[in-house]
Each structure stands twice: as C-alpha cells, then as structure tokens.
C-alpha cells in the first residue's frame, strides 16, 4: 500500500489534482481521507483543503 498526499488553497484545486492522479495512473485505490483547515491570520481567514489517497 502506498499514501499520496494533497493540499491545495481552494476545493476545486483538490478535485482537480485528485482526479488527475486517479485518471492518469492505473491504481487500485483504497479510501480518501479529506481534511479541512481553517486559521485567522490578521483580518483574513485562510482554509487549506487537504487529502490523503490511500492506494495499490
């Protein structure tokens, strides 16, 4: 089994990159565990979406 890693600044970003890693390379995935982050820096608000593709 092997792990790969994502995080990106917006949803979409994560869709895309997951979907390219799943469409572009013949895995057996296992599960997707998704994460959401959110922290206050100042005035601003920052989130970071993050996954993690568990796959053979």
Known sequence: MKV????CE?????????N???CNNDY???DI???VSAAIFGED???CY?????YR
Do not use: P, R, W
Not at 4 to 7: I, N, T
């Open 10 to 18: 917006h949803e979409k970003d994560l869709e895309e990159c997951i």
């Open 20 to 22: 390219g890693f799943i």
């Open 28 to 30: 057996d995935i296992i």
């Open 4 to 7: 790969k890693l994502f995080d």
């Open 50 to 54: 993050s996954a993690m593709v568990l």
């Open 45 to 47: 608000q920052i989130y």
């Open 33 to 35: 565990k998704y994460c």
